[in-house]
């Protein structure tokens, strides 16, 4: 699976969009972005995928480049409870898989 | 859909002593379940990788004899830390996935954790 790099740590205001971006620059044909977060001592928790077009959900919306080399995951109005750390993956579709994280961005949303 | 628990959520065991953690896939068949560890302000590191009715495969540096993991059907996977030792306290994550057609095909999906604390 392609390798993926976030900045260690973001924050934002609440209420206001956060902006998370990814970089996949090796990411191959098949490969999927994943988003997952984790809120402190919980498990992760899915966000949002995509392939190549962007996609939104009732969570987030994920905005892919046209090279599919970086993405962006937008957390429109953030919320405190939005606080996590958020995991970027890239990962084939379907077949055996082996999943990974790197560390991911430390989000702050604050007041 | 697609529930993943565990139990228990979290464990104080003294040191020497095994400790059992379970992860139930709730609502669908998982024919694979991974297992995780993580350390304070640390990212997950996957342990180990259990297939339905077959051996589990462990990452590099994990002691499979240290940490028995036991995937009796397709929707419960154990994993038993034995002989605990204060540097085994953690937050153990499994996640699980049905590699078959389907609404949850492919898809992972992680159980809540449970924290070990070893004295």
């Known amino acids: 699976d392609a390798k993926t790099t976030q900045p260690t740590s973001m924050d934002c205001a609440e209420g206001r969009a956060a902006n998370l971006p990814c970089n996949h620059s090796t990411i191959s044909g098949n490969e999927y972005v994943y988003w997952y977060r984790q809120i402190h001592s919980q498990g992760p928790q899915y966000i949002i995928h995509?392939?190549?077009n962007n996609e939104t959900n009732e969570m987030a919306s994920l905005i892919i480049t046209e090279d599919r080399k970086s993405s962006t995951l937008i957390l429109p109005h953030a919320t405190l409870r939005d606080t996590a750390v958020y995991y970027c993956i890239v990962r084939a579709s379907g077949g055996s898989y082996i999943p990974t994280f790197g560390r991911g961005t430390s989000l702050i949303v604050h007041p | 859909g697609a529930v993943v628990s565990q139990h228990p959520s979290w464990v104080i065991c003294k040191s020497g002593t095994s400790v059992k953690i379970e992860c139930r896939s709730l609502?669908?068949?998982?024919?694979?379940m991974f297992w995780y560890r993580q350390f304070p302000k640390q990212s997950l590191m996957l342990m180990a990788t259990?297939?339905?009715?077959?051996?589990?495969?462990?990452e590099q540096g994990v002691e499979k004899d240290k940490f028995l993991i036991n995937h009796a059907s397709l929707t419960l996977s154990t994993l038993t830390v034995t002989s605990a030792h204060p540097e085994d306290s953690s937050f153990y994550i499994c996640?699980?996935?049905?590699?078959?057609?389907?609404?949850?095909?492919?898809?992972?999906?992680f159980g809540p954790g449970t924290r070990l604390t070893v004295t």
């Open positions: 995509g392939l190549k």
């Open positions: 609502d669908f068949q998982a024919t694979t």
């Open positions: 259990s297939n339905e009715g077959s051996k589990a495969t462990y």
């Open positions: 996640s699980a996935s049905a590699e078959s057609s389907g609404i949850y095909s492919y898809e992972q999906y």
